[in-house]
């Protein structure tokens, strides 16, 4: 049974910090989902990383994934109040097939202190 | 704007009765969609993988004659919670994709269903 776990749960950080939100999962796969969420609304894709080594950007968000250590993570760079959401990573378990069911990851609730 | 969009948003029903959610994609077709529950606060579960033109595959645990799902065609998928209880309620989600390999999921709305 694919498990995947997220740290930390909670996050709390002030403006202008760097920190780092990480992605386990217990079995072999190479698509790795990362996805945003603000209270009461629906997930909205941040990246998609389909490779071993991927590295993807996107503003004060880069994502990475090394499938060899089963490990993807989210780097925040100089949070900004904006970005507070939970974050959710998410394994695809469907082998070569691009619409497929996902196994998401805890959740980590992100909070940026002014 | 959104390419998966979900029907209703929110919606009150009494125990006992039949809801109806509708989860259509809008810019694409979609042989495959999925159906998850989200408890406040909670991390997203899988209840169901929605087959166009076959019987849905249920998730371990998730009662397929409460939750019934019929997908009507390439482009809408229907969730039906049967014989609701208040145990029902919660924040139910559908995604698609356009099917290739690197498309990125689309996650509908959501529908929050409160069961009184």
């Known amino acids: 049974e694919l498990k995947v776990e997220q740290n930390p749960l909670f996050l709390s950080m002030q403006e202008g910090k760097n920190y780092t939100i990480y992605c386990n999962y217990s079995t072999t796969s190479d698509r790795l989902y990362w996805y945003r969420q603000d209270p009461g609304k629906s997930l909205e894709s941040l990246f998609v990383?389909?490779?071993?080594?991927a590295v993807k950007q996107e503003g004060r968000l880069m994502a990475s994934l090394d499938t060899k250590a089963r490990l993807s993570t989210l780097h925040i760079t100089a949070a900004v109040h904006d970005l507070s959401a939970t974050y959710f990573c998410?394994?695809?378990?469907?082998?070569?097939?691009?619409?497929?069911?996902?196994?998401f990851g805890t959740g980590t609730r992100l909070t940026i202190i002014p | 704007g959104a390419v998966v969009s979900q029907h209703p948003s929110r919606v009150i029903c009494k125990s006992g009765t039949s809801v109806k959610i509708e989860c259509r994609s809008l810019?694409?077709?979609?042989?495959?969609m999925f159906w998850y529950r989200q408890f406040p606060k909670q991390s997203l579960m899988l209840m169901a993988t929605?087959?166009?033109?076959?019987?849905?595959?249920?998730e371990q645990g998730v009662e397929k004659d409460k939750f019934l799902i019929n997908h009507a065609s390439l482009t809408l998928s229907t969730l039906t919670v049967t014989s609701a209880h208040p145990e029902d309620s919660s924040f139910y989600i559908c995604s698609a994709s356009p099917g290739q390999i690197g498309n990125t999921i689309y996650f509908g709305e959501g529908s929050w269903l409160t069961v009184v």
């Open positions: 810019d694409f077709q979609a042989t495959t």
């Open positions: 998410a394994v695809g378990s469907s082998p070569n097939f691009g619409n497929e069911k996902l196994t």
């Open positions: 929605s087959n166009e033109g076959s019987k849905a595959t249920y």
């Open positions: 990383l389909l490779s071993n080594g």
